[in-house]
Nanobody, 122 residues
């Protein structure tokens, strides 16, 4: 059974940086493209970033392009999202999951983790 555990969120001022992590257990990460999603209060969960099993290519939502970077360490079965130049509108719970061939939709068969809260103050 796959388990996704996100961590590293917190409170940061606008313009600041955070790196969130996603530890995967129950599957070898080498075989999966992985992505980050986020859900703000009162909104649906949305795609943020994704990358192929070997780290390239990568894909980003227009709202985060140039500010966020997805990376991974397959040896540690961990995926990262480096977030720079954070804005108040980036405030959300951030989740990771495997992605399908669109690189923008979750794979569908892995349960979501608990997510990690990122709050950006103005």
């Amino acid at each position: 059974q796959v388990q996704l555990v996100e961590s590293g969120g917190g409170l940061v001022q606008a313009g600041g940086s955070l790196r969130v992590s996603c530890a995967v257990s129950g599957r070898t990460l080498n075989f999966y493209a992985m992505g980050w999603f986020r859900q703000a209060p009162g909104k649906e969960r949305e795609f943020v970033a994704s990358g192929n099993w070997n780290g390239a290519p990568t894909y980003y939502a227009d709202s985060v392009k140039g500010r966020f970077t997805i990376s991974r360490d397959n040896a540690k079965n961990t995926v990262y999202l480096q977030m720079n130049s954070l804005k108040p509108e980036d405030t959300a719970v951030y989740y990771c999951n495997a992605v399908d061939s669109s690189y923008r939709r979750p794979f569908g068969s892995w349960a979501w983790g608990q997510g990690t809260q990122v709050t950006v103050s103005s």
